[in-house]
């Protein structure tokens, strides 16, 4: 497995780093996490080189950090380096930090959590963050031996970022980035930033959800064929951000083992390294990155944020199946899979505007118009 040094705080950490937002379910629930299936493919990465692992409060309905922690029993924990999340959106009260930071140590069954990070920071929250004093609190739960190092996660806007970036000594941060994303967000500006400042950068959605691995539309083939290696759209993901020496960390939301098992293969290689890209390699992936950005409807992760909706409407789905249809030329395949939502009165034109998704949206999409733009065309 590759290694990288995480800038000024010096640990040796693995490139690939397993993210468990998208573990195996039981029937499609995701709240029902296939905890032994989670936890044989955790292990498996963690015997083969992975020594960092991310989870969060919210993840799988609370239920994540649970799979997580069966995960590092058995002596795993003392191998790796652990990380979760504080729950910006829940806390009202200067007290609430330390509250659910006990809550995690408690679900994760350990009394430090390695990399503390305050979840989801954008502008929206900000002000509330620093008027609670929520970075001091962190700096008593440090001195107090809870957490190792804090940092934070974003979405937002790069001017959000960069205030958010220089506001507190920040340890390290996790933003989104893969080669469509050098301008969205934190973009390729807040990578540098943040490397500049001697910190770790965690690597999000290096493969934005999983539409950069599977199901490319021709062109992109063809486009990724004229390299003259033959690499999965994966490894193409993973190289291209390995390029970067800035990029410490390339989270991946592994949902199976064979995902695992590609990720690692991957990352096992000796080419990972930076400057392993040529220039020839450097304009194929950015003449995909063009055609994509020319094809992609809606900016979705499906990160699942904007859920539940109050009126029952699978946001994630529908916004997918739009960009799908979009994306691959799919549109009677969906407007059939629309009909069947409206059959169950789930589909689009039952919004009501409540906004509610758009408020907890990190994307910050639109969502009621794509609602609307999509009751329209697939109707």
């Known amino acids: 497995m590759q290694k990288r040094v995480m800038g000024n705080l010096g640990h040796e950490v693995s490139l690939l780093g397993f993210g468990a937002m998208r573990l195996p379910t039981l029937e499609g629930e995701s709240r029902n996490i296939d905890f032994l ?99 001091e609190e962190a700096m008593k739960a440090k001195a107090a031996g809870k957490i190792k190092h804090y940092g934070f996660s974003f979405h937002d806007t790069q001017d959000a970022f960069m205030e958010i970036l220089n506001a507190y000594p920040w340890e390290f941060c996790q933003i989104q980035y893969n080669y469509l994303d050098t301008e969205y967000q934190a973009g390729k500006a807040g990578l540098q930033a943040a490397a500049a400042k001697g910190m770790p950068v965690i690597v999000m959605e290096p493969l934005r959800g999983g539409r950069l691995a599977t199901g490319l539309p021709g062109e992109i083939q063809n486009l990724f064929q004229q390299a003259d290696a033959d690499r999965h759209p994966v490894e193409w993901a993973f190289r291209w951000l390995a390029d970067q020496p800035e990029a410490t960390v390339i989270l991946s939301g592994m949902s199976t083992f064979s995902q695992v098992e590609q990720n690692i293969s991957i990352c096992q290689s000796p080419a990972l390294v930076p400057g392993c890209f040529s220039t020839a390699e450097q304009e194929i992936v950015q003449q995909v990155a063009t055609a994509w950005h020319g094809r992609t409807k809606v900016n979705c992760t499906d990160c699942k944020y904007c859920m539940p909706c109050p009126q029952g409407i699978d946001i994630p789905g529908l916004l997918s199946r739009y960009n799908n249809a979009a994306m691959f030329d799919l549109w009677e395949q969906a407007k059939r899979g ?39 065309v697939m109707r």
Request: one cysteine or more.
């Open 338 to 376: 629309y009909q069947r939502t409206i059959n169950e009165s789930k589909d689009a034109g039952q919004c009501v505007a409540c906004g509610a998704c758009e408020a907890a949206c990190p994307q910050k999409i639109a969502i009621i118009e794509t609602l609307k733009e999509i009751d329209k």
């Open 37 to 135: 299936e989670a936890v044989r493919m955790m292990r498996y990465a963690f015997d083969h080189g992975v020594n960092y692992v991310d989870t969060a409060y919210g993840y799988h309905g609370g239920n994540s950090e649970l799979a997580v922690a069966q995960a590092l029993a058995d002596g795993y924990r003392q191998k790796v380096m652990l990380a979760t999340k504080s729950p910006t959106w829940l806390i009202e009260s200067t007290a609430d930090f330390g509250k659910y930071l006990d809550e995690q140590l408690q679900k994760l069954q350990t009394d430090c959590i390695d990399f503390y990070l305050q979840h989801g920071l954008g502008r929206d929250r900000w002000d509330k963050y620093q008027k609670l004093g929520i970075f």
